[in-house]
T-cell receptor, first 114, second 117 residues
């Protein structure tokens, strides 16, 4: 079975500050890991994903995440927050392969203060 | 990128009626689609896996007779909430796997807000 834990349901940062959203996972097989962003009343947009290879993954909008197997973590970071980054962020894990059946964390609401 | 479209974006229905939600992959074929449910301020919970040309696979605890899924073509999956009740009010989101060479990505629809009154 797989599970995802996102530490902190709400993170608040100032504009220009570092964004750090935490995600830890549990998986019995090598995982595929994802970060999605959701704006109010909208679907999910993929920010980045880790499947294999390089453990530091760069995504859209300046976000990046590092897969750390020893820590079972996949934290999302962005050096400088922008007001437009305010949204709900979900970490997800799948078993990989051709079937992207995703297990999501509970989400972290990011607010950016001017 | 690939586009997945859901229709309607929002719907209000009376208790006891049925509602159909469509999920379409607009520019690619999807043999597998997924249906999720999202309660307010909570995460997405996978309801079922929709397989083109065969029966859907439901997650534990999801009533298959209440949430009917049909995946009759490679570009369309439908979710029908039968005999809807207020507790079925939720945000329903579908996703479709898009294979592009060696890479696969799940693309999500924009979601459907269902309110049962």
């Amino acid at each position: 079975a797989q599970s995802v834990t996102q530490l902190g349901s709400h993170v608040s940062v100032s504009e220009g500050a570092l964004v750090l959203l935490r995600c830890n996972y549990s998986s019995s097989v090598p995982p595929y890991l994802f970060w999605y962003v959701q704006y109010p009343n909208q679907g999910l947009q993929l920010l980045l994903k880790y499947t294999t290879g390089a453990t530091l993954v760069k995504g859209i909008n300046g976000f990046e995440a590092e897969f750390k197997k020893s820590e079972t973590s996949f934290h999302l970071t962005k050096p400088s927050a922008h007001m437009s980054d305010a949204a709900e962020y979900f970490c997800a894990v799948s078993r990989g392969g051709s079937n992207y059946k995703l297990t999501f964390g509970k989400g972290t609401l990011l607010t950016v203060n001017p | 990128g690939a586009v997945v479209s859901q229709h309607p974006s929002w719907v209000i229905c009376k208790s006891g009626t049925s509602v159909k939600i469509e999920c379409r992959s607009l520019d690619f074929q999807a043999t597998t689609m997924f249906w999720y449910r999202q309660f307010p301020k909570q995460s997405l919970m996978l309801m079922a896996t929709s397989n083109e040309g065969s029966k859907a696979t439901y997650e534990q605890g999801v009533e298959k007779d209440k949430f009917l899924i049909n995946h009759a073509s490679l570009t369309l999956s439908t979710l029908t909430v039968t005999s809807a009740h207020p507790e079925d009010s939720s945000f329903y989101i579908c996703s479709a796997d898009h294979f592009a060479g060696a890479s696969t990505e799940a693309f999500f629809g924009q979601g459907t807000r269902l309110t049962v009154v």
